[in-house]
Every structure is written in C-alpha cells, then in structure tokens.
C-alpha cells in the first residue's frame, strides 16, 4: 500500500531560475512522511534525491506517492514519487532509524511498529 499526500508548490519554493529549488524536494517528501508517520519517532539518517525534470510552475500542487521499501532492526528505507501534472519529476529514498526520543539513542523497531510498517512495505 502507498500512502498518498498533496502538496503546494509555494512562490518562495522558486529559486532565482524560476524553477523549484533542489532542496525543497526533500522538504516535500518530509512533510509527507510526517503526515504519515503515525507511531513513529524516528530521525532521517540518508537521503538522496534523482530529479528528473524541473518543475517551473509555483502555485500547483503535486501529489507524492511514499513506501516502505525495507524493513532492518532499527532502521526503515522509504521510497517517494514527486509527480506534477500525473508526471514524475523526482524519486526520493531516505532512511530513517527509530529513536527514542528520551535518550536520542536508536532502538530495535518494535512489534507495533513494524505491523505499521509492514501495511506499507512494498519491495523493488
């Protein structure tokens, strides 16, 4: 299952080119992954952007599509598509380690949260 998430090309996303400014693509994918994140406390440990084509248009809105692409001990890699206009325009992979936010120190996923991750995983 994937979960699905809109979001709004913002004018200040735009850099000096006109075109959205390659950091925000991971902003996009973390506010996706923070509507879904349910159960989960967890920190992005990796993450790499491919982009495939610019987007120009502010004032839009682009749909991200997110994944559970693998599953570790305390670590989770997750996939996203950016697409605007049903196009894709980039795919991101981050992987998080759960913390407890307690000690800031990583832990084993639990039993319930890899149930919650599991709904999502989708293997490549």
């Known amino acids: 299952m994937r979960y699905q998430s809109k979001q709004y090309v913002r004018w200040d996303d735009l850099d000096a ?11 996009y994918a973390q506010e996706a992954r ?3 994140s349910g159960i989960l406390e ?5 993450a790499e952007v ?14 991200i599509e997110l994944w559970v692409s693998a599953i570790g001990n ?19 992979k981050t992987v998080q380690v759960t913390v407890d936010m307690g000690t800031k120190k990583s832990h ?10 599991s709904k999502y995983l ?3």
Not at 17 to 25: C, E, I, K, M, T
Not at 42 to 46: E, G, L, N, S, T
Not at 74 to 92: C, H, N, P, W
């Open 17 to 27: 080119f006109g075109h959205v400014n390659n950091a925000v693509y991971l902003t």
């Open 42 to 46: 967890m920190v992005v440990a990796r």
């Open 50 to 63: 491919d982009f495939i084509a610019p987007i120009y248009d502010g004032d839009t809105f682009l749909d």
């Open 108 to 117: 084993p996923i639990d039993d319930e949260q890899r149930a919650f991750l």
């Open 122 to 124: 989708e293997t490549e």
């Open 74 to 92: 305390s670590s989770f890699t997750m996939t996203y598509e950016i697409k605007m206009k049903g196009e894709l325009v980039a795919r991101v």
């Open 34 to 36: 923070f509507a879904w």
